[in-house]
């Protein structure tokens, strides 16, 4: 039996390759040992100012613009119970287990920082549901990406004090108070703060953009195999992939994809046979797909740059910054790191990369369809004419772009004031990175169409292309057959499409052909 992986949470070192395997339920969740000493000491400050009856806002205060009014004592447990009630309002359909549990792990991750004030029931009680498979029934929409998640939240909230819906590890819905009882699980009780705590972060944003980046992390290198697929199918040059052209306008991300270019293609037999072609120069989608994929991939670097700090990061307020020598109210502070504006803008950024790739990708499709610019017959059927062969992948092609168009719009460009003008600018946050979340999948549809022209072209190609190029092309084989005559290919580009966007075909060709440059 394996070994079961255990992702030690401490609020520093979460990675999202660790988010996306407890998210898969192929890892379990401990806290570190290492945090504790934290989380007690910023509870210590919330218990001090309970017991002193000091007023600070999110312990025994209303909320937003309710700032100002004192709630007593007696009545702050209740207080956070009202909270998760009053704000679980959202709409639309549920989010998957994948999305939810991603979700949790990331809340998790941050009250472990330290800063939260949370009681330590509430960190366990979000641990034994990750570990029991269960998570609560979400629905997606109503976040406007500042203060945080809070209305997703309050759903994952409403599941841990027995309220609400869960999902079972059947995939069930059932009342969350049934499924506790069955399973010997008792529901936690909310006291001072920690409503607010557990809802008032950057964690539903944040999944969307953790399972966005897994996706592209894998999608990125193998657009560069599919480009290099093309090339040989149009019998492309790689000089301008050559180093020198690159350290003429030295950015990372196009110097690196030039660097990709030339390890794929090395010891081409089809690059071989027409190194002295008089062909001048080959079209943009070609010539300059080093520079526009490396722009690409410059703005992926950029995401991935701010997604290991926002995953590490206390996105609640107020945060605590305990003193045990020098108690006192600076322990608390009120500030604004539930604000998305960085998850927003970053999101944003990457779907209107994506969409230059998946526009890229389809021009391509365009030229090895063309007889015209191929020489190639007309679409590449076996009997141009009698049948159509691949015509109307490029028309497939153009209407995942023409979403993709759409995701381009950014969603950061819209605030609202809520909350009587307290909350007079919000990031909607998690509306753009939900956006780029779909972005990628229109992505993969883009890609996988051109993966098919591609590897059709090469049918009427005598000499086999570079050794990256003939593995990826077996790997297509497995999922398109040859076209031999016209038939219906949605199920097999449907298919290609999640293939290309789980990813486990890099890691397939890598391993047999060589790792390909990466940062």
Known sequence: MAEEHIVYVDGNTLTPSEVVM????????????????????????????????????????????????????????????????SHATAIGPLMSAREVRAMMVIRLNSLCKGHSGIHPNCINQLALYLNSNLHPAVPRIGSLGASGDLAPLSHLALGLIGEGQLVTAEGELRATGEVLFEMGILPVELTAKDGLSLINGTSQMSAYAVLSHQRLKHLLPLADVILCTSMEARKCSVRPSYELVHKARPHPGQTLVAERIRAILKDSPIV??????????????????????????????????????????????????????????????????????????????????????????????????????????????????????????????GAS??????????????????????????SMGATATWNMYQATERLSEVLACEAMVACQALEFEPLSPAPHVSGFYKLIRTVIAPLEGDRSTSDELRKLSHVLLEGSWLARI????????SR
Request: hydrophobic residues 40%.
């Open 22 to 85: 407890v998210a898969e339920g192929s890892a379990k969740v401990e806290v570190s040992p290492d945090a504790w000493p934290g989380i007690h000491a910023s509870r210590a400050v919330v218990e001090r100012i309970v017991a002193n009856d000091e007023t600070v806002y999110g312990i025994n205060t209303g909320f937003g613009a309710l700032v100002n009014q004192r709630i007593s004592s007696d009545d702050l447990a209740q207080l956070q119970v009202n909270l998760i009630r």
């Open 272 to 397: 071989e046979s027409h190194l002295d072609c008089d062909r001048v120069q080959d079209a943009y989608s070609f010539r300059c797909a080093p520079q526009v994929h490396g722009a690409v991939l410059e703005s992926f670097h950029r995401f991935d740059d701010m997604i290991n700090i926002e995953l590490n990061s206390a996105t609640d307020n107020p945060l605590i910054f305990p003193t045990p020598h020098e108690p006192g109210a600076h322990e608390v502070v009120s500030q604004g790191n539930f604000h998305g504006e960085i998850l927003a803008l970053t999101a944003d950024a990457v779907s209107l990369a994506i969409f230059e790739l998946g526009s890229i990708s389809e021009r391509r499709i365009d030229q090895m369809v063309d007889p015209a610019r191929s020489q190639l017959p007309a679409f590449l059927a076996q009997n141009s004419g009698l049948e159509s062969g691949l015509m109307i992948v490029q028309y497939v092609a």
């Open 401 to 426: 772009l023409s979403e993709l168009r759409g995701h381009a719009s950014p969603r950061s460009a819209f605030s609202t004031s809520t909350s009587a003008g307290q909350e007079d600018h919000v």
């Open 510 to 517: 890598e391993s047999e052909f060589g790792r390909l440059p």
